[in-house]
């Protein structure tokens, strides 16, 4: 059928309208942000810090106040324990599945259904693992140090190889730690070059077993410098610890997450949203300004505090180097620092 005239010329341009609006929102269209508020509930299940999902969750339903995100939280390995066990005997709750290693969630892929936000084009590839899963946020490391103790801080990752810090001066978080960490550790040993472990545990650094009790000694003053994740030192900063830091210009390693929409998610809509608006350069904007992340967007919306884009290169890790590399290069790196498990 053909339309002729001008009230149906009218009507042809107000669809056309219609639909351009509902294309340029950034956190779907109207259909799915009806259905997501008439399902209004939706389960999260992640292996996040609780205090700081919360105040995602926050921030989200202050522009969607009309759903309730009910969060499950557990530590990495027990989350994908469970993830395995209720999907297998078909009780799977999780409306969206958020994890920070991306080889995990890889091997779950056929769990989950096929997804991608309105901006799906304008994220970079590279932190990306499959086309069912999103970089909802990223972690970044920074070189740390406590001014009160430091007269003359570090201003690049080969500077913490140098003589004059050693004797426990600097901490480190080992590299078999998680994710996060083995994704320092790759990028020191193939940026940095394959002796940097070497010169770097000459200075007799102070080995921890995680970012949160590294960042309380250097708090407290009982070290002097650390590598941490910037997402850690934020808050801390943010409250008046004495810490401050440095994005080396060698380059800053970068982690994301993974995240999903299980194909048994009884709340697909409010699924769906909820990603949407944390990919979105609204979500994105707050996970950077107000808790410390990164974004894996092409152009972010913001950058942390002393991160310049035209001196500091961002690093994400090649996922199948990341993959086939971690266990000999993780035992050598137990072995240079000489740590036993």
């Known amino acids: 059928m053909r339309w002729t005239g001008t009230i149906a010329g009218f009507a042809a341009a107000a669809l056309l309208a219609g639909g351009a609006l509902a294309q340029s929102s950034p956190f779907g269209p109207p259909e ?8 209004g509930k939706m389960v999260l299940y992640t292996a996040n810090v609780s205090e700081v999902e919360q105040e995602i969750i926050k921030a989200f339903n202050k522009r ?31 409306d969206v599945i958020d994890h920070s290693d991306r080889g995990l969630m890889r091997e779950l892929e056929d769990l989950f259904q096929d997804y991608a936000p309105p901006n799906a084009a304008d994220y970079d590839p590279g932190a990306r693992v499959s086309d069912k899963l999103w970089p909802r946020m990223v972690l970044g490391w920074a070189v740390a140090y406590n001014p009160a103790i430091v007269k003359n801080p570090p201003k690049s990752w080969m500077d913490l190889t140098k003589p004059e810090y050693k004797g426990k001066q600097i901490g480190q978080v080992i590299a078999p730690s998680g994710g996060t960490t083995w994704t320092r550790s790759m990028f020191e040993r193939q940026v940095l070059g394959e ?19 590294l ?16 997402n850690v030192i934020f808050p801390k900063i943010r409250d008046g610890a004495p810490i401050d830091y440095v994005f080396p210009p ?10 999903g929409i299980p194909k048994t998610a009884r709340n697909p809509n409010a699924a769906k ?35 310049d884009p035209a001196k500091v290169k961002v690093w994400f890790p090649n996922f199948e180097e990341f ?10 790196w137990n072995k240079t620092y000489n740590y036993r498990q």
């Open 195 to 213: 002796d940097y472990w070497k010169k770097q545990a000459a200075t007799e650094p102070a080995l921890y077993p995680s970012n949160a009790p």
């Open 323 to 332: 993959e086939k590399l971690r266990a000999p290069w993780l035992e050598g």
């Open 215 to 230: 960042s309380d000694a250097l708090a407290r003053g009982e070290l002097s410098i650390a590598p941490l994740l910037y």
């Open 64 to 94: 969607f106040p009309e759903i309730t995100v009910e969060m499950v939280r557990a530590p990495g390995g027990q989350l994908i324990t469970r993830v395995k066990t209720e999907a297998a005997a078909g009780k799977l709750i999780a």
């Open 32 to 39: 799915l942000i009806a259905a997501a508020k008439k399902e």
């Open 273 to 307: 949203l909820f990603l949407n608006w944390c990919l979105s350069v609204e979500g994105q904007k707050f996970l950077v300004a107000d808790l410390g992340h990164f974004s894996a967007l092409k152009v972010p919306p913001a950058y942390p505090k002393g991160f």
């Open 250 to 259: 060698e380059g800053v390693p970068m982690t994301p997450f993974a995240d």
